[in-house]
């Protein structure tokens, strides 16, 4: 199964894709969390940091590379899930053709949908543990005493209301393009992670 999943910043891509991939056997690639160890690692250049830094994107071909390698390695042979990526229509374009060349395509795309007004608190609430990656929210998924808990730089307010106004200027025009081909589900993303959840696999479910 290659699936991507597709939404703006907080709305519940990380936490959903890591149980559906948990429960699919296959692995989760997001370009952010790609591109953020490549930071911790002294790895990334700095005016790559300093876009992410500001809440924009970082150019195509960069995410594009990075998809490429990633794709190819043997634990994606049973599939993978996309969170983060494609976010431009050259991105998803790319996409489509380095899995052609390879002989494979896209099952699904979906769309987690979630009002604005919430999703600037899921963001700026987010925590995430160093150790384990789980994600965490002060409000909505409180984490257990312990954990060892790291805030996004780019979960600050302002910076979070730029990464929306990118989503809406950039990643929103994918969806007439993924809904063109067929392969687009709409995912109602308020509610418990749970009910979430439920209505991600209902969809997996009904277009086999
Ligand atoms: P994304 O990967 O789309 O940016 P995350 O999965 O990191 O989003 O979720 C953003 C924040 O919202 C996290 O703090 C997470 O714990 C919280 N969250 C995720 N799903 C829900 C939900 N259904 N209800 C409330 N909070 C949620
Ligand atoms: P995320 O963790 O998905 O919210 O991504 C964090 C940041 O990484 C984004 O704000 C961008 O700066 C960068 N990034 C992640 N994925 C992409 C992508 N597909 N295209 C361009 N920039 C990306």
Redesign the pocket.
């Known amino acids: 199964m290659r699936l991507v999943f597709v ?1 703006p ?8 894709a890591k149980i559906v991939c948990a429960a699919q056997g296959i692995p989760q690639i997001s370009t952010g969390d790609m591109l953020r160890a490549a930071k911790s690692e002294g790895r990334l250049p700095p005016d790559l940091a300093a876009r992410m830094a500001a809440g924009a994107l970082v150019p195509d071909e960069v995410v594009i590379a990075l998809i490429d390698e990633r794709t190819r390695q043997p634990d994606c042979m049973p599939g993978f899930l996309l ?1 983060g990526f494609p976010r431009t229509l050259p991105q998803a374009k790319a996409l489509d053709e380095m899995l052609a060349s390879r002989s494979l395509a896209l099952d699904r795309v979906l769309s ?1 949908e979630v009002p604005s007004a919430l999703l600037l608190e ?2 700026v ?3 995430a543990d160093k150790r384990t990656g789980h ?3 002060l409000k ?2 409180p984490p257990p005493p312990g954990a060892e808990l790291e805030h996004r730089p780019d979960d600050r307010e302002d910076v979070v209301q730029r990464r929306l106004d990118t989503y809406a200027a950039m990643t929103a025009e994918l969806l007439p393009y993924y809904e063109g081909r067929g392969i687009l589900s709409r995912i109602d ?1 308020v ?3 749970n009910e ?1 959840t439920a209505r991600i696999f209902q969809a997996l479910e009904e277009k086999k």
Do not use: C, E, L, M
């Open positions: 939404g910043p907080g709305a519940g891509k990380g936490t959903q969170d987690i899921r963001a609430f987010r925590r994600i965490y929210h909505y998924s993303g509610g418990t992670v979430v």
